[in-house]
């Protein structure tokens, strides 16, 4: 039977100062966020002790991840989907403006809009914090060594309907085209250059599988009124 997370001390819940746990090659360099001090003492306690990891800083929230992350050369973090103050999702957009971020593991309750949103938000596996603590050490393995582990996502889903597989900065942008805003409109309003509006864009049609302004729009509103329909 599977080891589950024991309970620990709260006292490794606050922002935890960069530290080199080991100095071999081999060791797969990793970071750890999660609100709960208990959870997040008894992961640290899980990697410290596993010679396959090199436990490199812990954080209590998202902006302390995404400071670390800033400085240290991690291959893997491990966030917990609700970190105050600005969530995985805003997260996971800041880190995907930097090089070399870690590659993220999203470790939270099992629901299947959850690992959903993780994926369409960057994430590259979701392990629920409800099965054994191997299920996180293995995941761990196979992200830094470049897959990506969704154990409980239904991909029929995701094949039904393209909307699941945008992240959060598509989606915005998908509603601001429904409202007829221009690229310009756009930019400013969700703070990005033009260029980048454009990109977004692209990426946007790509995954829709359409080719145009106009034809984006008319396939977000057929989903809204294919939901009502449903609903």
């Known amino acids: 039977m599977g080891q589950h997370l024991p309970p620990q001390g ?7 100062p960069m530290r080199t746990v080991r100095s071999t090659e081999t060791a797969i360099p990793v970071i750890l ?20 990891f090199s436990l490199l800083a812990t954080s209590a929230t998202a902006e302390g991840f995404l400071t670390t992350a800033r400085r240290v050369p991690a291959r893997v973090g491990i966030v917990d989907w609700d970190l105050p103050e600005m969530g995985g999702a805003r997260l996971m957009e ?11 593991i999203v470790y939270a309750r099992e629901s299947s809009q959850g690992h959903i949103s993780a994926m ?16 996180l050490l293995d995941t761990c393995v196979a992200v830094a060594a470049g897959r990506m582990v969704f154990p409980f996502l239904d991909v029929r889903e995701l094949q039904r309907n393209p909307l699941h597989s945008l992240s959060r900065r598509e989606t915005d942008m998908l509603s601001a085209l429904a409202r007829g805003m221009t690229n310009r409109e756009m930019s400013k309003e969700l703070g990005i250059s033009p260029n980048t509006v454009k990109f977004h864009l692209s990426n946007l049609y790509d995954k829709l599988a359409v080719k145009s302004r106009a034809q984006a729009i008319a396939f977000f509103y057929s989903q809204q009124q294919g939901g009502n329909a449903r609903g």
């Open 33 to 52: 966020a999660d609100s709960n001090p208990l959870v997040l003492s008894a992961m640290s306690e899980v990697f410290e002790r596993d010679a396959r």
């Open 94 to 104: 800041q880190l995907r403006e930097q090089e070399d971020a870690p590659r993220i």
């Open 120 to 135: 369409g938000a960057g994430a590259a596996g979701f392990v629920s914090r409800h099965g054994p603590v191997e299920a």
């Open 10 to 16: 709260a006292g490794s819940g606050l922002d935890r």
